[in-house]
């Protein structure tokens, strides 16, 4: 079946400094790749997606490129802010060929980061 | 639209009672998930709707759980008889088949079962 494998936490660092959360994934087909964001209190928010290898999806300095050969999915910013400090989630969805439509997604376990001033 | 909305935020029940819980999703969204999330976990798919059909149920769905989506608009989960181990956050998310713009969850439900 299909997994996500999350690096594990809690990732804390200063503002300014680089960020990485490490995700990889196990999946039959060809799976689109997500990053969702959990702050305190409040629900899951997407953060931004790919649909085929090699895509790059980015928001807010946020960058994730989808790399097939190592099936990983990594998420990078290269500034992190204090307001960043949340709960971060790589996800999959196996029927998202195209990106014109989600089945179920399968989530990993989570990290997170607390960014200190 | 206000996004996705679910009621109640808490609820505490004692062991053996029935609870249910509503989800209301974007209007225009045809397909609707439910997810269970525990402490430290990612969510996990319990469930999910397109328009009024199931089409699919995950094998955690025991069968002390129940959902409905009656009239393809807001939907329904029910567990009966709960357990201990029951006692998660219950997300429910929407999405229009068709587009790319993936999920919209809501703020989801918490139980505790003691």
């Known amino acids: 079946g299909n997994s996500v494998t999350q690096m594990e936490g809690p990732v804390t660092l200063s503002e300014e400094a680089f960020l990485t959360i490490n995700c990889t994934y196990t999946?039959?087909?060809?799976?689109?790749l997500f990053w969702y964001v959990q702050y305190p209190g409040e629900g899951l928010q997407l953060l931004l997606k790919?649909?085929?290898?090699?895509d790059k999806g980015s928001n807010k300095g946020f960058e994730a490129t989808y790399r097939k050969e190592t099936t990983s999915f990594h998420l990078e910013k290269g500034s992190v802010q204090v307001s960043d400090s949340a709960v971060y989630f790589c996800a999959l969805s196996e029927d998202g060929a195209g990106g014109t439509s989600y089945g179920k997604l399968t989530f990993g376990q989570g990290t997170i980061l607390t960014v200190h001033p | 639209d206000t996004g996705v909305s679910q009621d109640p935020r808490h609820k505490i029940t004692k062991r053996g009672q029935n609870v249910t819980f509503r989800c209301d999703p974007i209007s225009e969204h045809n397909r609707l998930y439910w997810y269970r999330q525990t402490l430290g976990q990612g969510p996990e798919f319990l469930t999910y709707f397109q328009n009024e059909a199931q089409l699919e149920k995950s094998r955690l769905l025991s069968d002390r759980f129940s959902a409905e989506r009656p009239k393809g608009s807001f939907s329904t989960l029910e567990i009966q008889r709960t357990e201990q181990g029951d006692s998660a956050m219950y997300l429910c998310a929407s999405s229009h088949l068709g587009t790319g713009d993936g999920y919209t969850f809501g703020s989801g439900t918490r139980l505790t079962v003691v």
């Open positions: 790919a649909t085929k290898a090699d």
């Open positions: 999946a039959t087909g060809y799976p689109s």
